[in-house]
Nanobody, 119 residues
């Protein structure tokens, strides 16, 4: 069984920064795409950013420049550095990954971490 565990969320003032982490654990052969999604109250879950196993990145909307996704393949961990945070960034942030195990490749979600941007 694969688990994704996020950390690093919290309360931050507008203009502040947070770094989210998501570690995958279990009997993992390899991890392909890893990404971050977010869901604000009353809204649908949306893509924030995704990174391939080779390090190519893709950002949704205009977040590139404020947000940076990265990964450490040796640690099966993906990060999201968020700078210049705005109240509109308040949401539950979810980690997502395509993971290959002995039973094949499946998509997994973390449990989410709350990010609140408020003064």
């Amino acid at each position: 069984q694969v688990q994704l565990v996020e950390s690093g969320g919290g309360l931050v003032q507008p203009g502040g920064s947070l770094r989210l982490s998501c570690a995958a654990s279990g009997i993992i052969f390899s991890i392909y795409n890893m990404g971050w999604y977010r869901q604000a109250p009353g809204k649908q879950r949306e893509l924030v950013a995704v990174i391939t196993s080779g390090g190519s990145t893709n950002y949704a909307g205009s977040r590139q420049g404020r947000f940076t996704i990265s990964r450490d393949n040796a640690k099966n961990t993906v990060y999201l550095q968020m700078n210049s945070l705005e109240p509109e960034d308040t949401a539950v942030y979810y980690c997502n990954a395509d993971v290959r195990t002995r039973w094949g490749t499946s998509n997994y979600w973390g449990q989410g971490t709350q990010v609140t941007v408020s003064s």
